[in-house]
């Protein structure tokens, strides 16, 4: 006898996953996703921004969080299951402040920007990768199927809320926004657990579609690269905008000499010590002992400086983004410009290149004086990060 045939459609079915795993495995692939490597959050989290950073990222960030309820109300219009649409219209009403308006997440925002920020609200001018961020973001809720709308939503939106704020709270942390103002962020990192929790289950609805999780993948990768491009257009325009005022300026064909710059501003004689400290270090054990001036030059670009090592020491090998120009007035030595040593004495000159790790030694027994020439001033600005502990020994004393 034969034994009982397996039903063919047992037999034919591959074995899937479950939910739980393929939600899993969608959430390993966000947490994995090139988004998290975006250059904004990276700025963000080595406290690379400054306020006027931070002023013009979230201006543009204003498009998109003021269009938030829109985004919802996309996927509600797809959504096929009224008790489904009951539990996103909770959400939606808690966007919208529920019964006091006044306390709609858009308006929250924009206390932020105004308080926190101090930008002018009424006079922000979306750049067009904001627009098209906030078009796209809309297109893709209006328009697409409610399983797309929902995994764009829930899983590449509500569920990245908390780790995207908490980066944002540290970069804003670190360039002197205060605690009180940052409101709107703490209420979302607190609070759309609870929102990602309806919109896991609008998405879960769909889970017999046989191509479920793929779409779902799909979904959430699009919404994730749209945020990712959107996040890297801005870090672009921040750093654009840092230098934006020297291009104008050097186009402009007119002289930067104000009425209110000093004859004494324009004369700096590297001999005497007339400009402002700029730091010193001695540290016995490695020979280090130096100061450097900086010269009162009203300059955009140029950063002058006055070296000064004693008999027999020399300064911290370092490296950083600026370009220098060594003039040595005194004092008879070497320079190390990365793998090279070039002996040096009064009148000589050295270029130092960007990021070539450099040292100057005085080998004699007298100061040696070293005239810096930088562009600090234009890569101090272009440069994101933190330039000082890219240039100077860790724990160095001023
Ligand atoms: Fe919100
Ligand atoms: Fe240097």
Redesign the pocket.
């Known amino acids: 006898m034969h034994g009982q045939a397996e039903p063919i459609s047992n037999i034919a079915r591959p074995s899937r996953a479950t939910p739980d795993s393929q939600l899993a495995s969608l959430q390993a692939y966000e947490s994995a996703h090139s988004f998290w490597n975006n250059r904004l959050f990276a700025a963000c989290r080595a406290g690379a921004l400054t306020k006027a950073d931070f002023q013009f990222v979230f201006s543009q960030y204003y498009l998109y969080?003021k269009n938030?309820t829109r985004f919802l109300s996309g996927l509600l219009a797809n959504l096929d299951d009224d008790l489904l649409r009951s539990r996103l219209t909770e959400n939606l009403w808690?966007?919208g402040g529920g019964a006091a308006p006044e306390q709609r997440?858009?308006q929250?925002?924009r206390n932020f920007l105004t308080a926190g920020l101090g930008i002018d609200v009424a006079a922000i001018q979306f750049e067009s990768c904001a627009r098209l961020f906030v078009d796209q973001f809309l297109a893709n809720c209006l328009h697409a199927s409610a399983l797309h709308a929902s995994a764009f939503l829930s899983l590449g939106t509500e569920g990245i809320?908390s780790r995207s704020y908490t980066i944002f709270v540290e970069g804003l942390r670190k360039a002197g926004i205060e605690e009180q103002q940052l409101e709107?962020f703490h209420?979302?990192i607190a609070?759309?657990d609870a929102?990602a929790a309806t919109m896991h289950d609008i998405l879960c609805s769909f889970r017999e579609q046989t191509d479920w999780e793929p779409q779902c993948r799909s979904s959430l990768g699009l919404s994730l690269d749209l945020r990712r491009d959107f996040f890297d257009a801005l870090m672009n325009e921040v750093q654009r905008r840092r230098v934006d005022g020297h291009l104008q300026r050097i186009n402009q064909k007119q002289s930067l000499l104000g009425a209110d710059i000093r004859d004494e501003q324009l004369r700096f004689l590297p001999a005497e010590k007339q400009g402002a400290t700029l730091y010193a270090n001695k540290v016995d054990a490695m020979n280090i002992e130096f100061t450097a001036d900086r010269a009162p030059f009203p300059a955009e670009v140029i950063d002058t400086r006055v070296v000064r090592i004693p008999p027999h020491k020399n300064n911290e090998r370092h490296k950083h983004a600026h370009e220098t120009v060594f003039y040595f007035v005194s004092g008879t030595g070497r320079v190390m410009v990365d793998d090279r040593w070039i002996a040096v004495k009064p009148g000589d000159s050295v270029f130092v290149p960007r990021w070539a790790v450099h040292q100057s030694q005085n080998l004699g027994a007298t100061e040696m004086v070293i005239l810096a020439i930088t562009d600090f001033f234009l890569t101090g600005k272009a440069f994101v990060g933190d330039y000082e502990s890219t240039a100077r020994m860790r724990g160095a004393a001023h």
């Open positions: 969080s938030f808690e966007e997440h858009a929250i925002f809320v709107f209420l979302h609070c759309d929102h």
